[in-house]
């Protein structure tokens, strides 16, 4: 039986790959902040575990692999999706915003890799996936502070698959473009037209979409992989 870990797993993209995971035959773990009745709903539908835990604190996140330490004997794929987004222009932007979404995506990437690459270094197998962005590929306007973290989990990805690529441990990342969620609920009707239009495969991208690249990218078929940034995108960014 292969185990999963899929931080900020309760909605959206997270939703998605807990479900396609546990379909698969996975047995899967996610982790939630404040969506607790989803979390709980999304458990109840897939047999999945659900544990409350901050990214951004350590002490939640080292909590949150002892216990699931108790339940999964090991982990094979550890999937680093949770995030926050910020719009608006930089020089608007507070530092303690800045710092806060930076704790979210680089610190919490970096707090559940260091808890769980040792079991996937002494096991000599594994697989990690940052979920990054096409923002953090090209930039957007608008959204420099976000860019700013989804590229600095390119950057870590493309130098932890050098580092732990001889004990045969994988790290992608993977880098959505514009996908139906709840990230999209301030964007007006003409402005996802306006993005539909930009993008060649004339869609926007579903949580689906990523789950299954996510997918990918943690079985035996994506085995020569390591070390890139896999966008899903339509054709956005090219």
Request: proline share 2%.
């Amino acid at each position: 039986m292969r185990n999963v870990l899929i931080t900020g797993g309760s909605r959206g993209i997270g939703a998605a790959m807990v479900r396609l995971f546990a379909a698969r035959g996975w047995r899967a773990a996610f982790t939630y902040q404040k969506s607790e009745e989803a979390a709980l709903t999304l458990a109840r539908e897939t047999g999945a575990l659900a544990f409350r835990c901050d990214a951004r604190k350590e002490q939640d996140v080292n909590e949150m692999a002892q216990a699931l330490s108790r339940r999964f004997s090991h982990l094979d794929a550890l999937i680093c999706n949770a995030g926050v987004s910020y719009t608006g222009l930089l020089q608007d932007m507070t530092a303690a915003e800045w710092d806060d979404l930076f704790a979210v995506h680089g610190r919490g990437a970096f707090l559940a890799t260091r808890a769980f690459l040792p079991g996937m270094i002494s096991r000599q197998q594994g697989s990690i996936v940052y979920v990054s962005s096409m923002w953090g590929q090209t930039g957007a306007s608008c959204e420099a502070a976000y860019s700013a973290c989804k590229a600095s989990l390119i950057g870590l990805g493309k130098a932890l698959a050098k580092e732990v690529g001889p004990s045969h441990v994988r790290v992608n990342c993977l880098c959505p473009g514009v996908i139906q969620t709840d990230m999209l609920k301030e964007y007006t009707e003409a402005d996802l037209s306006a993005l539909r239009d930009e993008t060649p495969l004339c869609r926007l991208g579903t949580p689906q979409d990523i789950a299954q690249a996510a997918f990918f990218l943690c079985s035996d078929e994506a085995s020569f992989i390591t070390g890139q940034a896999l966008g899903v995108n339509g054709g956005f960014v090219i």
